[in-house]
């Protein structure tokens, strides 16, 4: 008697609970697969091939980075790009200057200055001083004066000071902003906006969508297993329950 309650109308001998785990399997699939599409529409990956951005990043860290204009590009962020001047093949450093920006180093304490103001950089390879050697340049408009986290082994707008525009490149070589660190497993996790540069004009950027992306599919992939568990475990209940009868 029991049985036949829990028989869906069609008549076809699906139980209510195997509707509900084919439904969940469903939105799991929509979860799971959405997830990768969205991804996949947003993200790029590339591998860093040198340690100039380490700690933040490592040699042969794998990272997301967000297909975004460079007009949307703020101080503090790390972002792949492409100029000419620096070989044209895809780099990875930070923004610490934007067009109008005065960046020198070192201050009286050996940080970095903006504007004549001294910046915390946490990020930082090791303690000392922000640069082994000094420097100021102006950053012309439109342009971006880029740093790697390893100060002592980083080619970046310090070695191009003389290539012209200051060593700053074009908001427009910039192709995407990194958001997180995907491979080796041990160094996952999201690249922070560093709050030193939030409270200058223009303030930090907003992460984007990596986090909500990487919910969406492990929660899909769970709701996956979970319904399609959920067929072998009620007949093996109910082979337990026809034996004990």
């Known amino acids: 008697m029991s049985s036949s309650k829990e028989r869906t109308s069609g008549g076809r001998g699906r139980t209510t609970g195997s509707v509900l785990s084919g ?14 599409v969205w991804g996949a529409l947003l993200y790029r990956p590339y591998t860093v091939p040198t340690d100039s951005m380490a700690p933040t990043i490592g040699v042969g860290d794998r990272v997301l980075a967000e297909q975004v204009d460079g007009a949307e590009i703020r101080r503090g ?24 920006d005065t960046v020198a180093c070192c201050s009286k304490d050996g940080r970095l200055t903006l504007n004549g103001k001294p910046v915390e950089e946490p990020y930082l390879q090791a303690a000392g001083p922000a640069s082994p050697t000094g420097f100021s340049s102006k950053v012309p408009a439109g342009r971006l004066f880029l740093l790697g986290d390893h100060r002592n082994d980083s080619l970046d707008s310090r070695t191009h000071l003389k290539d012209g525009d200051h060593g700053a490149v074009p908001r427009s070589a910039v192709d995407a902003r990194v958001d997180a660190r995907a491979w080796p497993l041990g160094s996952m996790g999201m690249v922070e906006r560093p709050a030193g540069f939030a409270a200058m004009p223009g303030g930090t950027s907003q992460p984007g969508p990596v986090r909500t992306i990487v919910i969406a599919v492990v929660v899909g992939a769970v709701m996956i297993l979970g319904g399609a568990a959920y067929g072998p475990l009620a007949r093996r209940m109910g082979r337990k329950g026809r034996e004990s009868g």
Do not use: E, H, I, Y
Request: glycine content about 18%.
């Open 77 to 100: 962020d790390v972002v792949v790009f492409r100029d000419s001047v620096w070989g044209n093949v895809p780099m990875v450093k930070r923004v610490v200057g934007v067009g109008g």
């Open 23 to 36: 439904l969940v399997v469903a939105v799991g699939c929509v979860l799971f697969l959405g997830g990768f």
